[in-house]
């Protein structure tokens, strides 16, 4: 019996299961997907799929909070060998951008394969949560597939993908799974693990895991901590919350010196690395059980992110704050029994998870759906990103490598650590992966270009808001 279905207690985890470091899925073949290859992953290959490859029933798990440097084939410093072992053996999105910076909106946009601009919704964040629901009766995945003869379940370990706020539209049954503020990825698995058991009598069957680690504060185990014990000591507790809270805030508004702002921020990377380890070697214990039970038979994996995590990278910490690749780069893959290894090097976004799932399922995409299926979107089609999070309002329009952000604040009036994010800025991923030289000039063609394809999405989302837009010199909704 895996040891995971021994694991049923959070405390009992924490002192009896976890291995170290050196001993995490992966290293020693133990829990990595059969046949995996190297985590850099493989050459473009054909992405169409075939009737005689139609996976019957669909397996989703969503990690919230991972950014996709996380994984060696972004430049990863090998903290999760299970999931790259995984990836590398799965059909890869690597140019996948998320549509938001927070897991409400994100997962809303997702999960109804279009911006939630274009039907008529824009997620407000507020820190008691969204400052309103999905629409009831909004059709999303779980629908669709109901519709064609499947029976699903959402396990989610966050109040902001459950019932509770409409983006979980469509599921038999959605269990919301808080264990002492944040459930560990074991005990998630384990609820996940009896729904699968529950419909495993079920024609098609879709199970979907949503995990809410590495989320701060970030406390895992401390065998995972490798490194911490070598920075000098900090004042902040950072495995609470409040904690957690304080240090950023102080470092945002320059409250500490310098140098202790970077030792408290060593910190809190340090931490995120431990809790990478930590949800990767979760993954692998659950990983060996749906292999040694059947599970992933027949199947389709589908493995994606709602967001990253910015570690002051534009002055901020967390996410929720701009539209920049370290919030914003997206991970999304897919895996079964008749997927080889593969790179899909295509521009993809959140909103085309779910038309993918459906065409590999064989099930009908509805006209609702926006996205496109791996391999039919062009090569210079446009990408947009939306929040309305704690920093304001953002968009952003990526096509080709360009990339075009707009923050709707006057930098006069932003917070005075971060006033870079306002405004119009460019950037040539091609060159430039982290978008840190703005190459944005209103006489400049190409960031005209990409202006004017912004314009009406400025213009729904400042309807549907009732927020207006500060404009920079040289910008209008007119144009130039």
């Known amino acids: 019996m895996s040891s995971l279905l021994l694991c ?10 976890p ?3 050196a ?9 990595a997907p059969t046949g995996a290859t190297a985590a850099t992953g493989s050459s473009t290959t054909d992405t169409s799929p075939t009737s005689a490859s139609e996976p019957r029933h669909l397996l989703m798990i969503s990690i919230d909070t ?7 084939r972004y430049g990863g410093e090998g903290s999760m060998p299970f999931l790259d072992q995984l990836a590398s053996e799965s059909l890869v999105a690597d140019d996948h951008g998320a549509c938001s910076n927070w897991t409400f909106h994100s997962t809303a946009c997702t999960m109804r394969g279009a911006y939630p601009e274009d039907w008529g919704f824009v997620p407000g964040f507020s820190l008691a949560g969204p400052t309103e629901p999905v629409p009831d009766g909004t059709p999303m995945l779980a629908t669709w597939l109901g519709d064609a003869g499947f029976q699903s379940a959402l396990v989610s370990t966050n109040k902001l993908f459950s019932s509770a706020h409409g983006n979980a539209q469509g599921f038999d049954t959605v269990i919301l799974s808080p264990r002492l503020g944040f459930t560990p990825a074991s005990v998630a698995a384990e609820e996940a693990l009896v729904q699968l058991a529950a419909l495993r009598e079920a024609e098609r069957r879709y199970v979907h895991l949503h995990l809410m680690e590495p989320h701060q504060p970030y406390d895992p185990p401390v065998e995972w901590l490798v490194g911490l014990d070598a920075l000098p000591p900090i004042a902040y507790d950072l495995t609470t919350k409040e904690g957690h809270n304080q240090a950023l805030e102080d470092i945002s508004y320059g409250r500490i010196d310098p140098a202790t702002a970077d030792n408290v921020a060593a910190h809190m990377r340090r931490r995120y690395q431990g809790e990478l380890g930590w949800l990767d070697h979760q993954l692998g214990e659950l990983w060996g059980t749906l292999e040694a039970d059947g599970w992933l038979d027949d199947t389709l994996v589908v493995v994606w992110t709602d967001h990253g995590e910015q570690f002051y990278e534009r002055g901020y910490q967390a996410h929720a704050w701009t539209l920049f690749a370290e919030e914003n780069d997206g ?6 029994n008749g997927i080889e290894g593969a790179s899909h090097e295509g521009p993809t976004s959140s909103i085309d998870i779910v038309p993918t799932v459906l ?4 099930v009908a995409i509805p006209a609702e759906v926006d996205g496109l299926p791996l391999g039919q979107a062009p090569a210079d089609r446009p ?13 952003s329009v990526q096509m080709g490598s360009d990339r075009l952000h707009f923050g709707w604040t006057d930098p006069a009036s932003a917070p005075p650590f971060a006033p870079y994010a306002h405004g119009v800025k460019r950037f040539d991923r091609a060159t430039d992966p982290g978008e840190l030289v703005d190459l944005a000039a209103p006489g400049d063609p190409r960031t005209q270009e990409l202006w004017e394809l912004l314009i009406p999405r400025i213009e729904t989302v400042q309807g549907i808001s009732g927020d207006a837009a500060f404009l920079p010199a040289g910008y209008s909704l007119g144009g130039p």
């Not at 991970?331 to 079964?336: D, E, P, R, T, V």
């Not at 065409?359 to 064989?362: D, F, I, S, T, Y």
């Not at 990408?383 to 968009?395: C, D, E, I, W, Y």
């Open 359 to 362: 065409e590999r399922l064989g």
């Open 383 to 395: 990408r947009f990103a939306l929040s309305k999070g704690k920093g304001g309002v953002f968009q």
């Open 66 to 72: 991972l950014r996709r440097d996380a994984l060696v």
């Open 19 to 21: 291995a170290g470091p």
């Open 23 to 31: 001993d995490a899925p992966g290293t020693d073949g133990a829990s």
């Open 331 to 336: 991970l999304f893959f897919l895996w079964s």
């Open 8 to 17: 049923l207690l959070w405390l009992g985890c924490r002192a009896d299961e």
